[in-house]
């Protein structure tokens, strides 16, 4: 007769995973010349209503945003000439425009991506779309990615 022992060796897990604040991409981000034309064009696409627009004067912008599946797409379209969107569409044209990522608490992850050495657009959080608190990465910093950090507002 032979016995075989048998341990259970659970991993432990990576220090960075255990840290780890960024915990999905929220959403991707469209620039587009006009959101009410492009909304029609996302709804055919995606075959579901746009779920909300919104304003955010703060940055120029207009947005729409869709649920596909467990991901979100928002579209934006400047509101004034001198936005952030409008330089976008002036330089690039209509088409992506940034990745969002949700952090459950975005002041730290500012702190932690300073201390890596991150260029950021927004040193603090400012009020976003969506029921949001934002950020932007730098794209410098990101091998030309522009990057959103974003967290739920609290009720």
């Known amino acids: 007769m032979v016995f ?3 341990i259970l060796i659970t991993p432990q897990k ?3 995973e255990q840290n780890k604040m960024i915990n999905k991409i929220e959403h991707l981000g469209i620039a587009v010349k006009n959101i009410e034309s492009s909304i029609d064009l996302y709804e055919k696409l995606f075959q579901t209503k746009c779920y909300k627009v919104e304003e955010v004067a703060s940055e120029g912008v207009k947005t729409a945003f869709f649920k596909v599946g467990e991901s979100k797409i928002e579209l934006l379209e400047a509101t004034n000439p001198e936005s952030p969107i409008a330089k976008f569409l002036d330089k690039k044209g209509a088409g992506f425009h940034h990745v969002a990522f949700e952090t459950s ?3 730290a992850e500012i702190k932690r991506l300073l201390s890596e050495g991150f ?3 927004h040193y603090t959080p400012k009020d976003g779309a969506d029921n949001k608190r934002i950020a ?3 794209p410098k910093a990101v091998d030309g990615l522009l990057v959103e950090l974003c967290q739920e507002k609290s009720a």
Request: proline share 0%; hydrophobic share 55%.
């Open 136 to 138: 932007f990465l730098h």
């Open 4 to 6: 075989i022992s048998s």
């Open 14 to 16: 990576n220090l960075l």
């Open 105 to 107: 608490d975005i002041d």
């Open 119 to 121: 260029e950021l657009i």
